[in-house]
């Protein structure tokens, strides 16, 4: 039995075992007991990850494939978790303990893939797997650059984020349009944040959606004092901003709302 891609779900099995292993190493298994694989499809990243120290779980939507992984891999048979990652709230396996994130990710919902995991990042210090290239290439991306943007910035603020290595599209059944692209956050030692964390995304979001405009005029509708849109800072782009000056600007727009209340 193999298992037909399916187009709604954005699968493409990938069909290197080389890239498979690589992509499995990538994490360093370091610090927590239990992996979660998103979308293993036939299992070709799996059957490398059940090697490891770490215990596996995977979760998959598509029933063919759980069907498929539970006859082809009995050891793991008990810990498939037939359910949308997205939409399962997964403590109902973890139990609040730690685990990594690894995938062939489905490029249509990589980044949510992405925001879950921040959301999470309490319980999850380490995540790597596969993406479209540009998008990997945009969470690991620095400043100064066009194709840093929201998902740099809110993925830095908790993470080191790196670009390992780009995968061909002629290595997966069927082969996407676009080259791929692997990489791996590591969680920051300290990952608090100096500001509040949904005014951050608020700024972040704002200045990015008129990225071609100062911040004088994208963060025009937080209706700041006149003395702070003064600040050189006020003339720049979004883009030319670091992940630690925009947690900076955030706390003082927090700062200056404050003393306006």
């Known amino acids: 039995m193999t298992v037909k891609a399916k187009k709604h779900l954005g699968q493409h099995f990938l069909n290197d075992e080389s890239i498979a292993e690589k992509i499995a190493n990538s994490l360093s ?25 770490t215990k596996t779980y995977v979760v998959e939507i598509d029933s063919e494939s759980v069907e498929y992984l539970k006859a082809n891999y009995l050891n793991l048979a008990d810990r498939v978790i037939e359910k949308d990652f997205l939409k399962y709230d997964i403590n109902e396996v973890f139990k609040g303990e730690s685990f990594a994130v690894i995938g062939n990710y489905p490029y249509n919902i990589s980044t949510q893939i992405v925001f879950k995991t921040l959301e999470m990042r309490d319980q999850i210090p380490e995540f790597s797997g596969m993406f479209q290239k540009e998008v990997a290439q945009r969470i690991c991306e620095k400043e100064g650059s066009k194709a840093y943007g929201i998902l740099s910035v809110l993925t ?68 700041l004092s006149d003395s702070l849109r003064e600040d050189s800072i006020f003339g720049q782009r979004p883009e030319q901003l670091s992940v630690a000056q925009f947690i900076a600007l955030t706390k003082r727009i927090e700062i200056d709302l404050k003393t306006q209340e």
């Not at 599209?169 to 964390?197: A, I, M, Q, W």
């Open 29 to 53: 298994f370091e610090g927590y007991k239990n992996v979660l694989e998103i979308g293993p499809g036939m299992g070709v990243l799996t059957k490398y990850l059940l090697d490891k120290p």
């Open 156 to 223: 830095q603020a908790f993470y080191d984020a790196e670009y390992l290595f780009t995968v061909p599209p002629h290595v997966f059944n069927p082969p996407p349009k676009v080259d791929s692209g692997v990489l791996r956050l590591t969680r920051k030692e300290d990952y608090s944040l100096d500001c509040d964390e949904a005014m951050l995304f608020k700024v972040v979001k704002a200045a990015f959606q008129q990225r071609r405009k100062t911040l004088r005029n994208s963060l025009k509708t937080f209706n």
